[in-house]
């Protein structure tokens, strides 16, 4: 299994990313995948999870209406557009499947 991340950097406030993950090594229509995050001196946090079809998603109350979370089983790939960010979004973000994850992505937003 691998998943990697892509699609971080540095945005001011009221900017926009959209990070990547691509997986691989399993049948990744199948399963629920998730977006967590890690900000400095702090513990890891759920983010964002999407159903195998897509069709169900979730969200931290601290980004529901600004993040989106979407995927294509096509690409094996899922996708987190992050609209309206903020200081507090700064974090290393990571993408998981069961047990595992990917090697993190960092985000800072900053003026």
């Known amino acids: 299994v691998q998943l990697v991340e892509s699609g971080g950097g540095l945005v001011q406030p009221g900017g926009s990313l959209r990070l990547s993950c691509a997986a691989s090594g399993f049948t990744f229509s199948r399963y629920t995948m998730t977006w967590y995050r890690q900000a400095p001196g702090k513990e890891r946090e759920l983010v964002a999870g999407?159903?195998?079809?897509?069709?169900?998603?979730n969200y931290a109350d601290s980004v529901k209406g600004r993040f989106t979370i979407s995927r294509d089983n096509a690409k094996s790939t899922v996708y987190l557009q992050m609209n309206s960010l903020k200081p507090e979004d700064t974090a290393v973000y990571y993408c998981?499947?069961?047990?595992?994850w990917g090697q993190g992505t960092q985000v800072s937003v900053s003026s």
């Open positions: 999407i159903s195998g079809a897509g069709d169900s998603t």
């Open positions: 998981n499947w069961r047990v595992y």
